[in-house]
């Protein structure tokens, strides 16, 4: 059935497999443009909590997201010129990179961002991903209340490994990075190193080669743009010597102009 269908076939299949799975939206009226009918299935899979979904639905919703992301086009790290030391910088939507893992900013809860169309960077990875990763991301958190009690939350700058599912990456690194409340502490510009080198150490205990990081901590969290991008290049920078091969390239992924400026001034 699935390899039958057009994407917009999947897409017509999906908005109402996802509308009959929630009890809340199952009246919910669908549009009749494909724009509208995007927003409603991304909208659905935002807000839905994690539990087991109908294998079929998962197969067409495989195939449709692999299929958006190919539209969408997929960055091979070879295509991303290396400005310094194993190093680069690229700018636009990290779900199109092809490395070894990409890098989420998440909140405590690890589960992703439930806003419906919400433009951060979890929202994102978790949409194209699909909903396995939600899923998968409440079975390591439950595993961990387990043991530490029903209130643990993920410490700040302590990364968490996920498969990528039907993103072009191998991996997902899902870190917490520090939120900035008020002045901007030595203890915050810390944690938020640390956020880069226990990534890297994630990395290399896993053979992970390739990442990219995302901005840690800048946007909702309001680390300053300019001091988040010296501490992350300062951080990786001070890795990579200590671990002389441990990867083959860092990639500083960017969305605003402002943070491409100061990563290439820092890098160059």
Request: aromatic share 8%; proline share 4%; with cysteine.
């Amino acid at each position: 059935m699935n390899e039958e269908m057009t994407q917009n076939g999947r897409l017509d299949f999906l908005v109402e497999a996802f509308k009959a799975d929630s009890v809340q939206y199952q009246d919910l009226p669908t549009p009749k443009d494909t724009e509208g009918k995007r927003r409603i299935l991304r909208s659905l899979m935002n807000v839905r909590m994690p539990r087991k979904m109908d294998e079929a639905v998962l197969a067409v919703q495989d195939e449709y997201l692999r299929q958006r992301i190919r539209e969408n086009g997929i960055v091979e790290p070879a295509d991303i010129l290396i400005i310094r030391d194993r190093m680069s910088i690229w700018q636009g939507d990290i779900t199109r990179l092809a490395v070894d893992a990409i890098v989420n900013a998440a909140n405590s809860q690890m589960l992703g961002c439930f806003v419906p169309m919400h433009t951060c960077i979890d929202n994102c990875i978790h949409t194209f991903a699909g909903v396995q990763l939600r899923a998968e991301c409440a079975r390591q958190m439950e595993q961990l209340k387990s043991r530490y009690g029903r209130d643990y939350e993920q410490p700040t700058a302590l990364p968490m490994l996920t498969d990528a599912y039907n993103l072009p990456a191998r991996k997902v690194i899902h870190i917490v990075g520090p939120i900035v409340q008020g002045r901007l502490t030595t203890s915050l510009e810390n944690d938020l190193a640390a956020c880069y080198r226990n990534t890297l150490d994630m990395c290399l205990e896993n053979g992970l080669k390739s990442v990219a990081f995302c901005c840690i901590s800048t946007g909702v969290f309001h680390f300053p743009n300019k001091r988040a991008a010296e501490i992350a290049v300062q951080a990786v920078t001070g890795w990579l010597s200590e671990h002389p091969g441990g990867m083959e390239r860092v990639i500083f992924n960017v969305f605003k102009d402002e943070d491409k400026a100061y990563y290439e001034q820092l890098l160059q």
